[in-house]
T-cell receptor
Framework: QKEVEQDPGPLSVPEGAIVSLNCTYSNSAFQYFMWYRQYSRKGPELLMYTYSSGNKEDGRFTAQVDKSSKYISLFIRDSQPSDSATYLCAMSTDSNYQLIWGAGTKLIIKP | ETGVTQTPRHLVMGMTNKKSLKCEQHLGHNAMYWYKQSAKKPLELMFVYSLEERVENNSVPSRFSPECPNSSHLFLHLHTLQPEDSALYLC??????????????FGPGTRLTVL
């Protein structure tokens, strides 16, 4: 079993839709949960992070962590074609800097 | 130049060639990383340097050899590669890999094809 599971997609939705991207994980010691966005021919860039459980909102983006279910989500409201990218989840513990990554979900927003 | 830069952006090499990938960070960070990214697979951490000392070597084949001459530069020397080594090689840097949240900043990657 992989430590972090993420559906690689692609996920194709119409412009303006609400998008839900998800990862599940097996290591209960993970405390930091990150979402990176990677545009074509670019490296990943940090989009949002949360510590432990709860929600975090930043503009059209909301990150949720459910530690009891070992499940994290990224919601995108009013999706735009410019949101088309691969979204990677990554996690780490308090004591180890090494990030454990999901495979990334390719998101396509159709105009 | 700003952020993290990588050269070359594309590289095609034969199995008997020797080549090197270069990474430079302009962020004043203390740590640098090499990752391998293959289609539909998680990023694989290959090497980590902190203050020019190698702190991580994740069972990477010896045909990959890293070099960190100073905190701003990182190289990945390649020799006798296999076709399965074809992938996007990403360099990243961060301020302090001491645990917890330490944002990593990535370069655009080198797309490597081994024939």
């Amino acid at each position: 079993q992989k430590e972090v599971e993420q559906d690689p997609g692609p996920l194709s939705v119409p412009e303006g839709a609400i998008v839900s991207l998800n990862c599940t994980y097996s290591n209960s010691a993970f405390q930091y949960f990150m979402w990176y966005r990677q545009y074509s021919r670019k490296g990943p860039e940090l989009l949002m992070y949360t510590y432990s459980s709860g929600n975090k909102e930043d503009g059209r983006f909301t990150a949720q962590v459910d530690k009891s279910s070992k499940y994290i989500s990224l919601f995108i409201r009013d999706s735009q074609p410019s949101d088309s990218a691969t979204y990677l989840c990554a996690m780490s513990t308090d004591s180890n800097y090494q990030l454990i990554w999901g495979a990334g979900t390719k998101l396509i927003i159709k105009p | 130049e700003t952020g993290v830069t990588q050269t070359p952006r594309h590289l095609v090499m034969g199995m008997t060639n020797k080549k090197s990938l270069k990474c430079e960070q302009h962020l004043g960070h203390n740590a640098m990383y090499w990752y391998k990214q293959s289609a539909k697979k998680p990023l694989e951490l290959m090497f980590v340097y902190s203050l020019e000392e190698r702190v991580e070597n994740n069972s990477v084949p010896s045909r990959f050899s890293p070099e960190c001459p100073n905190s701003s530069h990182l190289f990945l020397h390649l020799h006798t590669l296999q076709p399965e080594d074809s992938a996007l090689y990403l360099c990243a840097s961060s301020q302090d890999p001491a645990g917890g949240l330490d944002e990593q900043f990535f370069g655009p990657g080198t797309r490597l094809t081994v024939l």
